[in-house]
């Protein structure tokens, strides 16, 4: 789709979009680190074996923490694997630093041939990266 030249000509095509389906595609879970509350977080990666998605969630303390899932290719709304555990929990206290939560919530996601790069937010007062490399095959 051509991106409209003015801001209006856009709004009238919010029309061409859709939920087709009748129930959300991921939600809290009891007794978890998102047992309150799921939210997307950075815009979903196609990889090998289905649909990447790094969200974010937060239980009764209100600390988001962000967990990943990988929804299936060919039906985009069953997941296929899910974390257990939060993906990244910061080790630094910036909550305490700035007087907020120490949330840690994902935002923007790189893959960089080995490597892929999770930019979050802190404490809702800095912009972090995280780095995972992968093993060499």
């Not at 007794?31 to 969630?57: A, C, H, K, W």
């Not at 939560?101 to 490597?115: F, M, P, S, T």
Request: proline share 7%; glycine share 8%; net charge negative.
């Amino acid at each position: 789709m051509k991106l409209p030249a003015k801001l209006t000509e856009f709004e009238d095509r919010f029309d061409l979009l859709n939920e087709p389906f009748d129930k959300p595609v991921l939600k809290p879970r009891a007794n978890r680190f998102d047992s309150q509350g799921v939210e997307p977080g950075p815009t979903p990666v196609l990889i090998d074996v289905g649909i990447l998605l790094i969200y974010n969630g937060w239980s009764s303390n209100c600390i988001y923490k962000p967990g990943g899932v990988i929804f299936s290719k060919e039906d985009p709304t069953r997941v296929l694997k899910r974390t257990e555990y939060p993906i990244l929990t910061l080790k630094r206290d910036y909550g305490q630093q700035f007087d907020t939560g120490n949330h840690c919530v994902a935002e923007g996601l790189v893959k960089d041939n080995h490597r892929w790069l999770l930019y979050y937010g802190a404490a809702d007062h800095l912009a972090c990266i995280a780095i995972y490399e992968e093993e060499a095959k």
